[in-house]
């Protein structure tokens, strides 16, 4: 029972995703812009996902709700390059970090829609699944036409079935 006891979850959660998303500032780098080579494409689609799953979630822990708190402060947005805690980098606004939420899923869906590439398994991000975290991201800034209309995508499309018991028992 200590002060760091008492926000252990807290400091975990923060680190674990700022990590993550240093890791993938990181591997973007390395690849590119190399969007015509269709391996570096489906792993560009899945690091842009995941980056604004990541944005997304910190928001959703650190900060108000979006809908009435545009201009509040939100979370840090971490330079694409560089370290943020050696660049001093500032909260940004609600409305900022919910941009560049969608800018990031934005940019995901386009390369998983050009993606030819098959993934092995459903724990890649597929374009239906980038279309649902949409849906729940806009349900949040009470955009609910475009909301709706991810869904519907993602309703029409999507070859997806739950894993059986025998998967997850394996």
Partial sequence: TGILADRWPT???WRALYNHISTI??????MGSK???TNIRAYL????????FDYFYLAQIYSHTYAGNEE???VP???EEGNASEQGVARATTREVYAYIMENLNKAITLLEANTVEYPHKGFISTEAAYALRARINLVMNNWEA????VER???TTTAEPYTIEEVST
Avoid at 25 to 30: F, G, L, T, V
């Fill in 11 to 13: 400091v975990i959660y």
């Fill in 25 to 30: 500032n990181d591997i973007m780098r390395e």
């Fill in 35 to 37: 969007e015509d080579d």
């Fill in 45 to 52: 689609a899945q690091a842009y996902a995941l980056r604004a």
């Fill in 72 to 74: 509040a402060l939100c």
């Fill in 77 to 79: 947005i971490m330079p």
């Fill in 147 to 150: 909301a709706a209309s991810d």
């Fill in 154 to 156: 993602v309703v029409e």
